[in-house]
């Protein structure tokens, strides 16, 4: 059968590196997890994956891809959909989800995996690398809003780039893997939506300091806080920012 055609507007870009493939897999580590991978394509993931966990599942949206990936592995648990919609509860086990992300879709795909947290146990993807930077990294400017809400609750590593000829058709700019891995953390010693709130009011307005993003909040007024507002979002790290939510009155 010949092969699936990438589609633009799926924001398809198949991994032709078999040694890429293995090694991306080999990030997964929590064996009792059902494994869930994200747009398959034409299995270049499914076939390391087929024989590392009995209880693995696929989603595709593109029915080219699952017609492909029917005929080739026949066995294989095929949900054919949009992994947006899923109703993740669905599974009976914790979830280690894996795959070579959509760039288009790649950070609505983590922020699911942050609000289904105590489900979704382990991440293994590939993204912009651009992304994968922001995602694992502690402070800096490359460092954002999903940053900070993801290494909440994930330790969070970035494990290698991939070029771009590695893929068909290839990209515009590098990839990276990422790796993230539930951390102990049950919930927030804070409140989470005011928690949310001030890490988005200080990354909105990212060039200035947190004194002038966080003027709706009244915080109070200590030494330590005040040291806090004369630094930029990118400054802050995860407890930091727990430290001025606990401050809000």
Known sequence: MRKVKAKKYLGQHFLKDLSIAEEIVSQITLKEN???EIGP????????????NKDLH????DKESVFYLRLHYPKLKIIEGDFLKLNLNIFENNISIIGNFPYNISSQILFKAFENRDKVTEV?????KEVAERIASIKG?????????????YDIEYCFEVDNHLFDPPPKVKSGVIKMKRNSRKKLECDE???????????NQRRKTLRNSL??????SNSEI????????????????????????
């Open 34 to 36: 059902t494994i869930l």
């Open 141 to 153: 400017k490359k460092k954002g809003i999903v940053s900070v809400l993801l290494q909440a609750f």
């Open 193 to 203: 939506k005011t928690f949310i709130k001030i890490v988005k009011a200080g990354y």
């Open 58 to 61: 696929v989603i595709e949206i």
């Open 124 to 128: 293994v993807g590939m993204f912009q």
């Open 226 to 249: 005040d040291i806090l507002l004369q630094k930029r979002a990118e400054q802050l790290d995860v407890e930091a920012f727990i430290f001025l939510t606990k401050n809000v009155q």
């Open 41 to 52: 394509g034409m299995g270049v993931l499914t076939q390391f994956l087929v024989d590392k």
């Open 215 to 220: 003027k709706s909040f009244t915080l109070n």
